[in-house]
């Protein structure tokens, strides 16, 4: 009799311990959100979670997921650090029915941190607009994906707008540009890319460091007031975007010739400066604003029923929530390109999607079923190019919202893309990795 | 009645001296050893290997070393962190520019280095002390990151300033599984920390004591201060250093300087509080304690909000994180200074004399 109450409460634990195990079998996509809600990068890590997450309802809710297979997902907290980072990623990379879809580290360190680990568990790595440039060269770096745009690109996007400002790419000669850049992996990224214009064009270029978390910027910007340059670069990322713009009104550096990168232009960044913020221009690869069809649809099946994410609901539409969102239209559809080849209605492997991520092929047709027209950029994407886009808008911030003022801009690839092979080609040397051959791939 | 010492006798001086006298006590560390080195890979799945137990290995090294340096030798440092980042990034430049001296002699010689800057930034010690000097050792802190930062030479001249770590081979066999990696971690961290506790059983380890408990007096009885403040800044560096490299080599695979920021400094500060000051075992107490309970922190409330339904902002847990983390040092510091090394030890004297009570 006490035998059998035990072994029976043993069992009962047992089972209660294991709800998973019936999900095992069941039709799931495991994403790994993998993201940061604390710490002075908090703004945009919680709002690009809660995009992406709202936008795995939405599908789940509108669509029953792709071909009836349901997204699902669990966060782990990474604190924007390296180590947490790969520790989370260890940690969700195996769970799910198939492992772990793909990841989005969301931090240039964390990235790369885990190439080599993605690489070798067959787990793509998406960095959407940050990560390792040269991983746009996909013969190197199969599971890397920096897509939609690189920070080289962009830089080269932004120094032609430059040149439209000044008149012409020839009156850059002899102008002064300066590069307030965060002392991060992220922050050092564009220091090669600029001073290899700088050589083209004739430009000056100065690199001044901001060192993380970039609170303090007094010393930076006197130096800056002294340079008195054409244009300031402003290369940052959470809290030292408000703090450089509050200084720069300080210092009396006019606020139109500051130029962020896209992450230094949300709501998130200039809010908090205030006045001094109004002028500022930065990059984009999305657009912010709610108006877009599938911003509607996220209210009409997710807001709605009450199950956002956003505790906000006035953060619905900023930047970072529909770059979010953008992250999520990427997995979702390099899931649904995936089974295509491999099996509609199945769930995909980490293998299976990354053959889905390297055939993604978006064009205004498309883009219009998603109801993301002028929400995105159009994408292509391919064995050798894993950017798949590199064109870039600028709006600035008239004090109550990001006004867009340019249309698409393309990165020059002529500067660039020998800059990533080569730096690609040192890396497989390095590495002893033999680059594939892309005409050989199906 | 079970760790009675009762009919072992002692007939020879080494028998007497040895670091485990109680047949008990070797057993059990016979016994530890063999699960770590021989039941844990067999057993442990990837995830427990590369996440948990070679970065608590390696940051129990680090702790071992700030131990050696603040426990023992009572000199108050900050740059911990410091040391780890110049054992690491030195570590890469020996396998990058020698490749043909082996992974073990790099890992030796960037922790030499390591020791080499320890020296240096120790001087102050011999002037000032407590505080004063853990001022000191900050600036150390913050200079070798800015070397680092600004020294192209030791990146290589990457562009983002990370560099990613060569794989190790050894004797022609490759260490790159996690099961390797963490194998290579535990043997190193094994050899390193009996070297460790014999050291400071022997007279360098007196020495240092004496100048923690009341330098003058040290200096008074013929303790050399300079040689013994400096040597304890070096062995303590060439742990960090080594502990270091093993961090970029055995487990993370590229390092930033930015990981080797204060924050890092101040928690292998905490391992040893939470641990205990001036004790080896207190260095792998602490180093598993603050490198297990975020974890076990994040699966805890995962499953309270699952069983409950209530979904945690993770915002919450990271910063409970830190809450438990502060009360628990207030709380060391106030009611056990020495440490979880010490009510180890209290439980072990009480576990002599039971069941009796006295």
């Known amino acids: ?442 | 009645m079970l760790y009675r010492e009762a009919g072992q006798f002692k007939s020879t001086y080494a028998e007497d001296q040895q670091i485990f006298p109680i047949r008990q006590d070797r057993v059990a560390m016979v016994a530890l050893l063999a699960v770590a080195f021989v039941l844990v890979p067999l057993m442990a799945n990837q995830y427990w290997l590369s996440a948990i137990l070679t970065p608590l290995l390696i940051f129990a090294l680090a702790a071992l070393g700030l131990n050696i340096l603040t426990g023992y030798a009572g000199q108050l440092s900050l740059g911990t962190a410091a040391f780890m980042a110049v054992g690491a990034f030195m570590a890469y430049n020996f396998v990058l520019r020698m490749p043909w001296l082996g992974v073990i002699p790099s890992f030796v010689l960037a922790g030499l280095c390591a020791a080499a800057v320890g020296v240096v930034f120790g001087l102050p010690s011999l002037r000032i002390k407590g505080f004063y000097l853990a001022v000191a050792t900050l600036a150390c802190q913050f200079f070798v990151l800015w070397v680092i930062q600004r020294w192209g030479w030791i990146t290589n001249n990457s562009a983002s300033g990370v560099i990613t770590a060569q794989k190790m081979e050894i004797l022609g066999y490759a260490f790159d599984t996690p099961v390797t990696k963490y194998l290579l971690t535990l043997a190193l961290v094994a050899a390193m920390a009996l070297l460790a506790k014999n050291l400071m059983r022997s007279e360098t380890g007196r020495a240092f004591m004496a100048v923690r408990d009341m330098d003058v007096a040290a200096d008074v009885i013929g303790i050399r201060m300079m040689h013994t403040k400096l040597l304890a800044f070096a062995i303590s560096s060439f742990y960090c250093g080594v502990a270091g490299a093993m961090y970029a080599f055995c487990y993370l695979g590229t390092v930033e300087p930015e990981a080797f920021n204060l924050d890092l400094s101040f928690r292998v500060l905490f391992m040893i509080i939470i641990g205990g000051v001036g004790s080896i075992l207190g260095s792998f107490i602490g180093a598993a304690f603050i490198t297990l309970l975020p974890i076990l922190l994040s699966v805890l409330f995962a499953g309270i909000s699952h069983l409950l339904g209530v979904e945690i902002p993770h915002a919450v847990i990271s910063n409970l994180e830190l809450i438990i983390f502060g009360s628990l040092i207030v709380f060391f510091l106030i009611v056990e200074p020495h440490g979880l090394a010490r009510l180890w030890q209290i439980g072990k004297e009480k576990l002599r004399l039971w069941p009796f009570p006295h």
Not at chain 1, 92 to 100: D, E, R, V
Not at chain 1, 173 to 183: A, D, E, F, R, S
Not at chain 1, 329 to 335: C, D, M, P, R
Request: contains cysteine; aromatic residues 10%; proline residues 4%.
């Open chain 1, 1 to 442: 009799m006490k035998r059998s109450t035990i072994s029976l409460a043993c069992a009962a634990l047992a089972a209660a311990g294991f709800p998973g195990s019936a999900a095992a079998q069941a039709k799931e996509q495991f994403v790994p959100a993998n993201f940061y809600w604390v710490g002075p990068y908090a703004p945009g890590g919680s709002g690009i979670a809660g995009g992406m997450l709202d936008y795995f309802k939405m599908v789940n809710a509108r669509d029953g997921g792709v071909n009836g297979v349901k997204f699902t997902w669990e966060k782990c907290e990474t604190e924007y650090n390296n180590a947490r980072g790969v520790e989370c990623y260890e940690r969700s990379k195996k769970k799910g029915p198939t492992g772990a879809t793909l990841i989005h580290p969301l931090s240039t360190g964390i990235t790369y941190s885990l190439i080599e680990k993605g690489t070798q568990d067959k787990i793509p790595i998406v960095s959407v607009g940050y990560g390792r440039t040269d991983a746009a060269d996909g013969r190197v770096f199969p599971y890397v994906f920096p897509i939609i745009t690189t920070y080289w690109s962009q830089n080269t996007a932004k120094i032609k707008y430059m040149g439209q400002l000044a008149g012409g790419m020839d009156k850059l000669k002899g102008k002064k540009i300066v590069n307030l850049y965060h002392g991060s992996a992220y922050g050092k990224e564009t220091i090669p890319v600029l001073d290899a214009q700088a050589k083209i064009y004739g430009f000056q270029v100065t690199h001044i460091e901001v060192s993380h978390p970039g609170n303090e910027q007094q010393a930076q910007w006197l130096q800056i007031r002294q340079i008195k340059p054409d244009w300031v670069i402003l290369r940052g990322w959470g809290v030292m975007n408000p703090t450089a713009l509050k200084a720069a009104q300080r210092a009396g550096y006019p606020r139109e010739k500051i130029i962020g990168v896209w992450w230094s232009g949300a709501e998130e960044d200039v809010i908090p400066a205030g006045d001094a913020a109004k002028g500022y221009i930065a990059a984009g690869f999305n657009v912010s604003g709610s108006n877009y069809p599938v911003v509607q649809d996220i209210q009409k099946h997710v807001y709605a029923k009450g199950q956002g994410e956003m505790e906000d609901k006035s953060r619905v539409g900023s930047i970072y929530y529909n770059r979010g969102v953008v992250f999520g239209i990427l997995t979702v559809e390099s899931v649904r390109k995936a089974q295509e080849r491999y099996g509609k209605g199945q769930p995909m492997t980490g293998e299976q999607v990354r053959w889905g991520l390297e055939n993604l092929n978006m064009d205004d047709a498309y883009l219009k079923k998603l109801g993301a027209t002028g929400f995105m950029q159009k994408l292509k994407v391919s064995c050798a190019d894993h950017e798949g886009g590199g064109q870039v808008k600028f709006q600035q911030w008239d004090g109550k919202q990001w006004k867009v003022i340019t249309d698409w801009i393309s990165s020059d690839q002529t500067i660039v893309r020998p800059m990533i092979e080569a730096s690609a080609a040192q890396y497989a040397k390095e590495k002893g990795i033999t680059p594939r051959d892309c005409s050989k791939e199906k």
